[in-house]
Nanobody
Framework: QVQLVESGGGLVQAGGSLRLSCAAS????????MGWVRQAPGKEREFVAA????????DYADSVKGRFTISRDNAKNALYLQMNSLKPEDTAVYYC?????????????????WGQGTQVTVSS
């Protein structure tokens, strides 16, 4: 089992930046692709960004391309999401997710482990 804990959420004005972090613990000796998924009130969970086990491959939802950057540090069992040029429509709970595969996925339903989420609120 892998436990994931997010941090770094908060309230920011439109155009601002936030950096989310996710700390992994437990069976981190296995190789996991990771991702970020968000859920706005009244909406389904939405894929945001994904990264392969090695970090060599990434992918993003069209809505965040060019503004968000996903990265990982396997030595620290950590995952990050740098969010720039934030918009009010980015407001959501952001979840860190792990997949029992080295290959990343852009399908939010293909992740096996989830954190508790961190709230990001962007004011206009």
């Amino acid at each position: 089992q892998v436990q994931l804990v997010e941090s770094g959420g908060g309230l920011v004005q439109a155009g601002g930046s936030l950096r989310l972090s996710c700390a992994a613990s437990g069976r981190t000796d296995s190789s996991y692709a990771m991702g970020w998924v968000r859920q706005a009130p009244g909406k389904e969970r939405e894929f945001v960004a994904a990264i392969s086990w090695s970090g060599s491959t990434t992918d993003y939802a069209d809505s965040v391309k060019g503004r968000f950057t996903i990265s990982r540090d396997n030595a620290k069992n950590a995952l990050y999401l740098q969010m720039n040029s934030l918009k009010p429509e980015d407001t959501a709970v952001y979840y860190c997710a792990g997949r029992k595969s080295r290959i990343m996925s852009t399908n939010a339903k293909q992740y096996d482990y989830w954190g508790q989420g961190t709230q990001v609120t962007v004011s206009s």
